[in-house]
């Protein structure tokens, strides 16, 4: 008698602890799903194209963005841009979309080999940045152009090429930049992802490129 009762108790305990375990995990936004979901891929090779699984991808660089310095993006001083401004700002947000599908074709190639892997991923966060700003104009994002990509012999190579190209970006920013100063907000943009690309970007590009 006494070993039933202990048995039955054993097994409300057991049931007890499941059930614990059950809520915890519906709380923490798990399940069957959890650790591997947000893994979405499918960036093509020309540029951030969306698609079925790209919305875990771009809520991740969302949530990456909301988190970082476009938290604290300045207020709009204008409800309406200059064409000229706009027709900059796109060309930033095409400029980011090319280097998105150079480095997919370079992953493609030589598989996830850094720095590509990570500056792709910083891309990504700069695209959603000037959209964000698209989405505060009324500004229509446009199609994601096909791009001509390169192979490359090594990635070596293909790191000495990133190198000249972000340099060359430094004009693009520099003409922003001075176009941008009525607007604090694209002005804001505009400096943090310079900085990006001068400090972060250039540097792991000469690092791999020896």
Known sequence: MN???SFIALFALVVIFALGISV????????????NG??????GNN????????????GNANSRMNGGYMMSLPSAAVD???EAVVA????????????????SAV?????TVRPFTNIQRSELRHITAWETLFDRYGIVVPEVPTFDLPTFATVNDACTVGVAAEITNFDLYDAMLAAFEP????????????AASEFNHLRAFENCAG
């Open 80 to 82: 309406e841009l200059p």
């Open 47 to 58: 540029g951030y194209q969306g698609g079925r699984n790209d919305d875990a991808q771009r």
């Open 3 to 5: 070993t039933k009762r």
């Open 24 to 35: 915890a995990a519906a709380q923490n936004g798990c399940g069957n799903n959890c650790g």
């Open 88 to 103: 900059l700002m796109v060309d930033g947000w095409t400029d980011e979309q090319h280097a998105y599908a150079v480095y």
């Open 183 to 194: 607007y604090p907000d694209l002005t804001y943009v505009a400096q943090n992802l310079r």
């Open 107 to 111: 992953i493609d190639q030589f598989g």
């Open 38 to 43: 947000g893994n979405g891929n499918g960036q």
